[in-house]
Structure formats: structure tokens, C-alpha cells
């Protein structure tokens, strides 16, 4: 049984910052690639960043220069760190793994259970 457990949400200012973190537990064999994904009220779900297992990242235009992702590939956690926040980056986020369990041939996505983040004065 593989979990991926979020925390981190919040309410904060805009111009503030936050920080997801988004561990994974269970009977990991590997961990690929990892990514944070967001959904506000009446909107899609979206990529909001994405890390591989070598640390290469890829981020959505509307967080680039103020959203960093990171890996801590020890402890099987992701993390987001959020700066400069806008209104607009209100929604919940959602942890996302791709991971090869133990005693499994192929790897399967899985998701955490979302955090919200509100920013508002």
C-alpha cells in the first residue's frame, strides 16, 4: 500500500509565501517522477510543477520565477515552495507521484488528498 500525505496549506496574504510538502509511504520500490498539481473552484485541474528523479523541473508560466519545487529523494518527499502569492493561486493542491511499488513490474500514479491554500488580505 502506497500513500502520499500533503501538508503545508494554508491561509496567507497575498505577497506572502507557504511551503507544500508532500510525503510518500508504503512499499516503495522507486519513486519517478513527482509533481504538484492544483484546482480551483470551477477550473480544471492544472500542472503547477513537476520534478524527475534526476531533478529536472518544469513549471506552469503563471508560477515561474515565484513557485520552486524540490526532492528529497531520502525520505520519498516533494516539496513546493510558494512565494510572492496572488490571489489567484488560491485552490487546492494535490501531491502526485509516479512510483514502482515493491514486489511491482511497472509503475502507477498516485495523488494525496489535497491541501487548500487561500491567499487573501
Known amino acids: 500500500q502506497v500513500q502520499l500525505v500533503e501538508s503545508g496549506g494554508g491561509l496567507v496574504q497575498p505577497g506572502g509565501s507557504l511551503r507544500l510538502s508532500c510525503a510518500a509511504s508504503?512499499?516503495?520500490?522507486?519513486?519517478?517522477?513527482m509533481g504538484w498539481y492544483r484546482q480551483a473552484p470551477g477550473k480544471q485541474r492544472e500542472l503547477v510543477a513537476s520534478?524527475?528523479?534526476?531533478?529536472?523541473?518544469n513549471y506552469a508560466d503563471s508560477v515561474k520565477g515565484r513557485f520552486t519545487i524540490s526532492r528529497d529523494n531520502a525520505k520519498n518527499t516533494v516539496y513546493l515552495q510558494m512565494n510572492s502569492l496572488k490571489p489567484e493561486d488560491t485552490a487546492v493542491y494535490y501531491c502526485?507521484?509516479?512510483?514502482?511499488?515493491?514486489?511491482?513490474?511497472?509503475?502507477?500514479?498516485?495523488w494525496g488528498q489535497g491541501t487548500q491554500v487561500t491567499v487573501s488580505s
Open positions: 502526485n507521484a509516479d512510483i514502482v511499488a515493491s514486489g511491482s513490474y511497472y509503475s502507477s500514479r498516485y
Open positions: 508504503g512499499s516503495i520500490f522507486s519513486i519517478n517522477a
Open positions: 520534478i524527475t528523479s534526476g531533478s529536472s523541473t
